[in-house]
Nanobody, 123 residues
Framework: VQLQASGGGLVQAGDSLRLSCAAS????????TGWFRQAPGKDREFVAT????????VYADPVKGRFSISRDNARNTVYLQMNSLKPEDTAVYYC?????????????????WGRGTLVTVSS
């Protein structure tokens, strides 16, 4: 599965952005898909994940209530709607897929990664 994240940009605190993760490959629609982020000088961290059918999701505590993950398997795309953005959300955002069936937040459990998209939130 090949992945490409897009939709990043420079916004002000309180603004919204929607990231997209477009995938190629027939197995994408059957894969757990997650979003991760990496801020300068920090480790990559989990943001959100969604099961292959969209029935279950998990969010990192810092983004709960502000971010929403969804998917459209007909379009081979997973989205991350980010509202009420904060300067601490500034990072490169990556999408990734896992062959595991159960939700997992560990980056090590994800097999395919796309290039990231930069989100910068100014105060």
């Amino acid at each position: 599965v090949q992945l490409q994240a897009s939709g990043g940009g420079l916004v002000q605190a309180g603004d919204s952005l929607r990231l997209s993760c477009a995938a190629s490959g027939r197995t994408f629609s059957r894969r757990l898909t997650g979003w991760f982020r990496q801020a300068p000088g920090k480790d990559r961290e989990f943001v959100a994940t969604i099961t292959w059918d969209g029935s279950n999701t998990v969010y990192a505590d810092p983004v709960k209530g502000r971010f929403s993950i969804s998917r459209d398997n007909a379009r081979n795309t997973v989205y991350l709607q980010m509202n009420s953005l904060k300067p601490e959300d500034t990072a490169v955002y990556y999408c990734a897929t896992s062959i595991r069936l159960q939700l997992t937040t560990s980056p090590d459990s994800y097999n395919d990664w796309g290039r990231g998209t930069l989100v910068t939130v100014s105060s």
